[in-house]
């Protein structure tokens, strides 16, 4: 059971109902990670603007995916794995993709994603080396790391709510 309530679009204010109007029509439901949110409005008005400002970057949605996923694992949000697992597969990752991008193996975008968060920024010489020789450029470290940061901050609001995961379970959530 959740820690914060979640709000309903019956519930939400004046200011939220419009954004969460939206949210529902973009992804086909209201999920509950919005219900929450909505309980801050700015909270809730921040991330969909940077998730919309992420939307634009140079990642294609396979990077992202991978990002979210390895930064999400390392955070330990089951929220977050269960909802990217169905986001990472409509981009295109297989089921073995998705368990390797979790664990920061996929790619070295999820490597990359993994070491950010694991320690917390604070990358050695050899891991920027190393994500530099896999082709990925100075933008796209930069592109990394707002993303990470976009997604701890659900990570860190599921698992401080236990937000109840509302999207398929996922096969192997360790």
Do not use: W
Not at 35 to 59: E, F, H, M, N, R
Not at 60 to 73: D, F, T
């Amino acid at each position: 059971m959740s820690r914060i309530a979640p709000l309903s679009l019956e519930t939400a204010t004046d200011a939220t109902r419009p954004t969460l109007e939206g949210v529902q029509k973009k992804i086909g439901f209201l999920p509950n990670l919005f219900k929450t949110l909505a309980t801050a409005p700015v909270a809730l008005d921040a991330y969909v603007q940077i998730s919309a400002t992420l939307g634009k970057t140079s990642l294609s949605a396979k990077e992202k995916e991978a990002v979210y996923l390895a930064a999400s694992q390392v955070n330990g949000c089951d929220y977050c794995l269960a909802a990217h697992t169905l986001f990472a597969s409509k981009a295109g990752l297989a089921a073995e993709e998705i368990i390797e991008a979790r664990h920061g193996r996929l790619n070295a975008f999820a490597t990359l994603a993994h070491q950010l968060t694991e320690t917390r920024g604070h990358l050695s010489d050899e891991q920027i080396a190393a994500a530099r020789a896999a082709g990925i450029d100075d933008k796209k470290i930069i592109e990394v790391i707002a993303v990470v940061a976009a997604q701890t901050l659900t990570n860190y609001l599921n698992n401080v709510a236990l937000t109840d995961v509302d999207f398929p379970a996922i096969e192997n959530p360790a």
